[in-house]
Antibody
């Protein structure tokens, strides 16, 4: 049974860098048919795709966030990570990790989400 | 960027009734459209992918249809657990985008 678990929610100060990890269990993160993604959802709003990474480390980012986002994968630790720099209040959201079946994909398994709040 | 417009924003129905949710794309996405269900405090759950294929474990009362720019999610007979927010998502054109959601509420 695949399980994705985001790291703990938290508080980030404006202009700092947000960091999250997603631990993957129950499936191989190195399987080439899978891709690993991050989405976010501001409170009371809809979903936004942030980016997707392959097991080999090739990443694809949303154009609106590309200048501030880095997604990486650590196959030895069976986890992948998100870094978002220069955060503002607009980045306050629940961040979800998820699994896709290719680089342009639907997402068949999701983590439970982690609320990141940007505030001084 | 493909804009997905969902309608209605809110749909009020009773258990046992049929629900019809719409998702319209600003340009053709072929059949590369998915539907998700999200309940309060939970992650989205994949219901339908590639317009009409049900995801694993999804009941047969959930049906997806459509192609190109017009898509429909039909729930043939509403169960109490079906009242939630529904999102569509396209994967045909970069970047991946979601609709703004339809809230299905109990009448």
């Amino acid at each position: 049974q695949l399980r994705l678990q985001e790291s703990r929610p938290g508080l980030v100060k404006p202009s700092e860098t947000l960091s999250l990890t997603c631990a993957v269990s129950g499936a191989s993160i190195t399987r080439s048919t899978y891709y690993w993604a991050w989405m976010r959802q501001p409170p009371g709003k809809g979903l936004e795709w942030i980016g997707t990474i392959s097991y080999s480390g090739t990443a694809y980012y949303s154009p609106s966030l590309k200048s501030r986002v880095t997604i990486s994968v650590d196959t030895s630790k069976t986890q992948f990570s998100l870094k978002l720099s220069a955060v503002t209040a607009a980045d306050t959201a629940v961040y979800y990790c998820a699994r896709g079946v290719n680089k342009y994909s639907w997402f068949d398994s999701w983590g439970q989400g982690a609320l990141l709040t940007v505030s001084s | 960027e493909v804009v997905l417009t969902q309608s209605p924003a809110t749909l009020s129905l009773s258990p046992g009734e049929r629900a019809t949710l719409s998702c319209r794309a600003s340009q053709s996405v072929s059949d590369y459209l998915a539907w998700y269900q999200q309940k309060p405090g939970q992650a989205p759950r994949l219901l339908i992918y590639d317009a009409s294929s049900r995801a694993t474990g999804i009941p047969a009362r959930f049906r997806g249809s459509g192609s190109a720019t017009d898509f429909t999610l039909t729930i043939t007979s509403l169960e109490p657990e079906d009242f939630a927010v529904y999102y569509c998502q396209q994967r045909a054109n970069w970047p991946i985008t979601f609709g703004q959601g339809t809230r299905l509420e109990i009448k």
